[in-house]
């Protein structure tokens, strides 16, 4: 009876457990499923200018835009420890000041391969003169892990995470509060084999069933341990 007792105790803490690990990974999985759907449907309606007032992230997110402009060499920076098949590179971060006004917007040009010596930097030409260019609009990452502490003054060329709010205070120009990622048919880019949001849906989705077997296994177990014979 006490072992009975002990069981059922434990239950009460691993079920629930189980089930909420559960029910987080088939989450995860139907919010990278949506966020696909959404890009789906929305990069396929006609292209929009960008505007050059502040911008609603949300109305914008995955819809293919249109930029006008002049891209700022100046402030362009690498984003380091970005992989593509297996290599290391950096993602180019460039703003464009967008044709008759001073708001500008970054654009992620691409993926570059890392040089075999990393403590050199990759030649990242920028174009020159009014370019026009489409890409699909991507909200900024909010949340992302240093392996360093970033300078807090002063100019970098190569950063770990590309945080707005920090570039926002390095330049002395509006910017809107997006990323746009350049088509890969636009010029003056590189690699933009742009990841899918559900990329690992399914993963999650069988970390999902796991959880789940635990759940239903913990609950047999303790079922046989009541009814077997002693």
């Known amino acids: 009876m006490r072992v009975a007792i002990l069981g059922g105790l434990l239950q009460l803490l691993l079920i629930p457990a189980f089930i909420s690990l559960g029910l987080w990974q088939w989450n995860k999985a139907e919010s990278k499923t949506a966020l696909q759907a959404s890009l789906d449907t929305r990069s396929h309606d006609a292209a929009i200018a960008m505007p050059t007032t502040p911008a609603d992230i949300e ?33 180019v971060i460039t703003p464009l000041r967008l044709e008759g006004s001073d708001m500008h917007v970054l654009v992620n040009r ?11 930097q990759p030649d990242a030409p920028v174009p020159a003169g009014e370019v026009e ?10 949340r992302f892990f240093n392996l360093a502490a970033q300078p807090s003054s002063g100019w970098e060329p190569v950063w ?15 910017l809107q509060p997006l990323i746009v990622q350049l088509d890969a048919q636009s010029p003056g880019g590189f690699v933009r084999e742009w990841p899918r949001p559900d990329e690992r849906a399914d993963r999650h989705r069988s970390y999902a069933l796991q959880w789940f077997g635990f759940a239903v296994a913990s609950l047999g177990i303790w079922g046989y341990f009541l009814v077997r014979k002693p």
């Open 160 to 174: 770990q995470n590309l945080d707005l709010e920090r570039f926002r205070s390095a330049v002395a120009y509006p």
């Open 133 to 142: 260019l489409t890409g699909i609009v991507a909200a900024p990452t909010s």
């Open 59 to 91: 109305a914008l997110r995955h819809r293919r835009v249109i930029l006008r402009g002049h891209f700022d060499a100046s402030r362009q920076v690498l984003i380091d420890n970005r992989l593509h098949r297996e290599q290391a590179g950096y993602h």
């Open 110 to 120: 691409g993926w570059l391969r890392a040089p075999a010596d990393h403590a050199r």
